[in-house]
């Protein structure tokens, strides 16, 4: 049965409350495998674990919900995944492109083939039907850290699943701390050629730029790319830490008059929002870094413990969603509107049912999707397997913002 979740929304009195719907569900992930010998295999030496295996990122293509399972710790038995948008509630996760793809030992010392995936928290559906994946090619983060491969670029084919092209990092993309983990496409469905990807370096507190035509890349770097030394800590669900994640989370507007986008961004551990123009990513390498610096914009800030780990932009009704992992839901703010703690509702929120909230995205049928999945409780404490550890919610774009500052 799919359960109902009825949203709080703070900013005005009296509204009417939207209902988004809870349409996946898990205790803990399982997948499709081949055989079940083959499952009862991986568990017995360890290349499957599951409680180890946790939901991070997701994005729609038509019927397919795609699903990440990063390599936090060891056993995860496939990193990229999909599940079928009309499917069960409880359905077991479809390895992409392939089992044997994704199915690769923690202690690996490269990648088995150039459709290899390794490890992957965030995905982006682009208007060509690509799937472009940031592979961070470490395993077992959390235990026994193994960079079977450079950090890179991979996209598929979504009408063939085929892989297209992979590029990996240069070394002057990366720092010592460098961890890239998210990654956002700016591309027009007429131009396919001409795309080009923004990589956070939520480590190393920068943006790589990848030009799909010239199959080169570059860092950006500036100060609003670090995090906030004030918004580092955390509590969740009475679970205290502290992040130091810099420049984590990326959004694109629609084009501009001149055919550029703005990019909204903001740190992991940061209560505020920036923007920057694409023409100067774009073409950061034939600029003066010295007059760039002051096109870096604050748009302000939303207030005590707001930090988000996603963001995402609507462009038909020109509002930035964003996770608020320390209040357990969802905000947003109109970007016609000026950016301040007002502006910023708090749409949704359950300390139960949105645990976390990771990921989001709006599809081309204007719903929001929404994942929430205990990362603290399962980094810190683990996960209890016999509760619901795992959501994802859907809610209609109109419905989620009706009655709000948003709207």
């Not at 799919?2 to 900013?11: D, E, G, K, N």
């Not at 939901?55 to 795609?66: D, Y």
């Not at 001409?194 to 010239?214: I, Q, R």
């Not at 990326?250 to 209560?271: D, I, K, Q, V, W």
């Amino acid at each position: 049965m799919r359960a109902i979740l009825f949203l709080a929304i703070t900013a005005i009195v009296g509204c009417k409350a939207a209902t988004p719907e809870l349409r996946f569900a898990w205790k803990l992930v399982d997948y499709v495998w081949d055989s079940p010998e083959q499952r009862a295999t991986a568990i017995q030496d360890g290349s499957f674990v599951q409680d180890n295996n946790l939901p991070l990122g997701l994005a729609r293509w038509k019927n397919k919900l795609f699903v990440t399972v990063p390599r936090w710790k060891n056993g995860v038995a496939s990193s990229l995944n999909y599940i079928d948008v009309d499917g069960s509630e409880d359905q077991p996760l479809k390895p992409y492109p392939s089992l044997k793809d994704n199915f690769v030992p923690d202690t690996a010392k490269e990648l088995p083939s150039n459709s290899s995936i390794i490890s992957v928290f965030r995905v982006f559906v682009d208007p060509c039907d690509r799937l472009w994946v940031m592979d961070s090619g470490l395993a077992n983060i959390l235990g026994s850290p193994n960079q079977v491969a450079g950090p890179s670029l991979v996209i598929f084919d979504l009408n063939t699943n085929q892989l297209l092209h992979r590029y990996f990092f240069k070394v002057g993309d990366m720092k010592e701390d460098s961890f890239f983990a998210n990654v956002v496409v700016d591309v027009d469905k007429d131009t396919c050629d001409n795309a080009f990807a923004y990589v956070p370096d939520l480590g190393g507190y920068g943006v790589v730029v990848y030009s799909l035509k010239d199959n080169d890349s570059w860092r950006v770097s500036h100060h609003y790319f670090h995090f906030e030394p004030l918004a580092g800590s955390y509590n969740v669900s009475g679970i205290e830490f502290h992040w130091t994640d810099g420049v984590f989370g990326l959004a694109l507007s629609e084009p501009r008059e001149n055919g550029y986008r703005t990019m909204f961004f903001h740190a992991f551990s940061s209560t505020k929002e920036f923007c920057v123009s694409t023409e100067l990513l774009r073409n950061y390498t034939h600029i003066d870094k010295s007059e760039a610096f002051h096109d870096f914009k604050l748009l302000g800030d939303r207030g005590a413990n707001t930090q988000a780990s996603a963001n995402y932009y609507d462009p038909k009704t020109h509002v930035l969603f964003y996770t608020q992992v320390n209040r357990d839901g969802v905000g947003c703010w109109n970007s016609n509107k000026p950016y301040t703690p007002d502006t910023n509702p708090l749409i949704i929120s359950d300390p139960e049912l949105f645990e976390f909230p990771n990921d989001l995205k709006v599809d081309y049928e204007d719903t929001l999707w929404i994942l929430s999945d205990k990362l603290p409780r399962f980094i810190f404490k683990g996960l209890d397997p016999n509760v619901v550890n795992h959501r994802i919610f859907s809610i209609k774009v109109a419905d989620a913002i009706a009655g709000t500052a948003c709207q």
